[in-house]
């Protein structure tokens, strides 16, 4: 159960030049700065970009372009979320989600070559048309389905468009920023959507972003994508979690841990929360009604370190943790540390200045705490 | 009517005139009709390439379908004559059919009139077919839509005005046309003689009571033709996004 490609192509200055493989299942978030040939990439796998000669695309078993196969964007299984969410204005929008769905079943009849070295039995497992109520139901269309597209609001729209994507029965589905064009507001409004969907849909999603919010809510795994080129891959913790990656020369690395709720109506406005290692988190307090699993965004300029347990202070979230990597010196004077929560998997990054590494002896396999001043809630 | 016929002719040669209008007005609908459907299939794929092609030489066919605006219709029908007489192209080619000639005939009209009418169908038409752009195309087409089913589903209808103006500028157009007519339609009453022409020979003849009476109609006809075309564009405007 993969998705493998590679694929190269020009376009005047630019230079696609990708080669990845990611699971077949679940969101892999595609990061990378504007230009980096993230919606290029995107749109290589649906078809609508010609690679040059030489490339592949398979998902889960089923060529899409090789030796001899190229096969055309409309026989390609795949659901295309775009950062417009293009609307047929001359139908309405049960008009526009039946449009996807007349035209599923004989897409699922007519795909393509199968990848005969793979074999991959799960990959030719025909998915069912999905159910039109089913699909209305999870994004919440039930009561507009009558209405004008260019009656609707951003937000609304990109549902209708999710929906649709949905309705056409693919193998894959492909989002480019489909979050983007939208502002705070409808972006509220549609993450819960989004959580649903990629909870129950079952269908791989390539989420292409350059949000770290989104990305560290919804993804999986990560392919981080620079100048043409993917630079890094794998799951999300581990892309995150490496100290050389470009995310991590940036500024805004960051990191992702789960927690579980203890209790939600802690004190003084706090919910509690607590690691896989048992060790307490004190969130602001969260809403009722939110999922068990918990994730939490935390930035490595967030995080400082302490030799002991550090007493009397005002800082709540105190973790205890083991160095497994230290970078080198940027030339701000920062080193970026990897740490491994104690008792668990879960890495965690901390940015500190390179004189106090100095001071404090900071080696590999050092055990230390690790104070956390601010966390963002993903939930 | 009978105040109207001048005193010195018969009724009979009254009669024989107004029938031959008739045959006018009517030769001159149909082949305005048939001229606006032939214009619509030829110039929906001409226009859809013209609108998409990066062929570096595109201007050239460009130029060659908007001549007819600038060049004087005289020119146009003489070429076409010429064309359609025993030594040229299309005159061969009807001979190798084994038809009869196009000059002088309705068909040849039609041929004319096409030729002539043929920017006023498909620059509207390229136009708003460049308008559609190719998102709403890449759309349908990850939906599963088909080549020709995304032309039928998604540009047709999307181009609702752009084919409305079309239709009716090359149904009026042709309408007006006297030019290419003349040259290569003769002039036969009751078989190539339209309106326009009719007119004329009206006014040639001092019978300024008849070409009156299809001048005015004419005018009439092609105002409130135009006023439903540009009311009703307006109400599809409205729907655009």
């Known amino acids: 159960m993969t998705i493998r490609a590679n694929v190269s192509l020009s376009r005047g200055a630019f230079t696609l030049q990708a080669q990845f493989e990611a699971p077949g299942q679940g969101v892999t978030a595609v990061f990378g700065r504007s230009g980096s040939g993230k919606s290029t990439l995107l749109r290589a796998l649906a078809g609508l970009e010609t690679p040059q000669p030489g490339g592949a695309i398979s998902v889960n078993g089923v060529t899409w372009l090789g030796q001899g196969i190229n096969v055309p964007v409309h026989q390609r299984r795949v659901g295309y979320v775009f950062q417009e969410p293009g609307l047929f204005p001359h139908l309405c929008v049960r008009g526009n989600l039946e449009y996807a769905l007349k035209r599923s079943v004989g897409r699922g009849a007519q795909r393509g070559g199968r990848d005969g070295v793979q074999g991959d039995v799960q990959g030719d497992v025909q998915r069912g048309v999905p159910a039109f109520d089913e699909v209305t139901a999870l994004l919440g269309l039930e009561n507009f389905l009558w209405r004008n597209p260019v009656t609707l609001s951003g937000g609304e729209k990109q549902r209708v468009a999710i929906a649709r994507a949905l309705l056409s029965s693919p193998a894959l589905l492909l989002m480019d920023e489909p979050l983007a064009a939208l502002d705070l507001h409808s972006k509220e409004e549609i993450l819960p959507f989004l959580d649903r969907l990629f909870a129950s849909a079952g269908i791989p999603v390539l989420y292409v972003s350059h949000a770290p919010d989104e990305v560290a809510r919804l993804a999986d795994h990560l392919l981080l994508m620079e100048e043409g080129t993917v630079l890094a891959q794998g799951p999300l913790a581990d892309v995150l979690g490496r100290v050389d990656s470009p995310l991590a020369r940036t500024d805004e690395a960051f990191s992702v841990i789960h927690c579980d709720i203890v209790e939600l109506d802690g004190p003084c406005h706090l919910s509690v929360l607590s690691t896989a290692a048992g060790d307490r988190v004190y969130v602001p307090r969260i809403t009722a009604g939110q999922r068990q699993d918990i994730r939490l965004r935390i930035n490595a300029r967030d995080v400082s370190l302490c030799n002991q347990r550090p007493v009397g202070s005002s800082i709540l979230n105190i973790l205890q943790a083991t160095i497994t990597q230290l970078s080198a010196s940027d030339n701000k004077g920062q080193q970026l540390i990897q740490l491994r929560l104690a008792g668990s998997d879960e890495l965690l990054l901390a940015r500190i200045s390179e004189y106090s590494c100095q001071q404090m002896g900071l080696i590999n396999g050092m055990d230390i705490y690790c104070q956390i001043k601010a966390i963002a809630l993903l939930c | ?241």
Do not use: C
């Open chain 2, 1 to 241: 009517m009978v105040s109207l016929m001048p005193l010195q002719r018969s009724n009979h040669r009254w009669l024989m005139l107004f029938e031959n209008d008739i045959a006018a007005l009517w030769i001159t609908l149909r082949l305005a009709l048939i001229t606006a459907l032939t214009l619509l299939m030829v110039g929906t794929p001409l226009a859809w390439w013209l609108a998409n092609s990066r062929w570096r030489y595109k201007a050239v066919i460009e130029a060659a379908v908007a001549l007819p605006l600038v060049l004087p219709p005289t020119v146009i029908g003489f070429y076409l004559l010429v064309a359609m007489g025993p030594d040229g192209p299309i005159g061969q080619f009807t001979n190798w059919l084994g038809v009869r000639p196009l000059a002088f005939s309705f068909t040849g009209l039609v041929l004319g009139s096409v030729v002539y009418s043929l920017p006023f169908v498909v620059q509207p038409l390229q136009s708003t077919f460049s308008g559609i752009g190719r998102a709403p195309l890449e759309v349908a087409a990850t939906l599963g839509a088909r080549p020709l089913d995304r032309f039928l589903t998604i540009v047709v209808p999307l181009s609702r005005s752009g084919y409305l103006t079309a239709a009716v500028l090359g149904f009026a157009h042709t309408l007006g046309e006297f030019g290419v007519v003349l040259m290569i339609g003769g002039n036969i009453p009751g078989q190539t003689q339209v309106l326009s022409i009719a007119i004329y020979d009206h006014v040639e003849s001092l019978e300024y009571a008849s070409a009156h009476w299809l001048a005015g109609s004419l005018l009439v006809f092609s105002f409130f033709l135009l006023l439903i075309v540009y009311g009703l564009n307006r109400r599809f405007d409205m729907v655009k996004v």
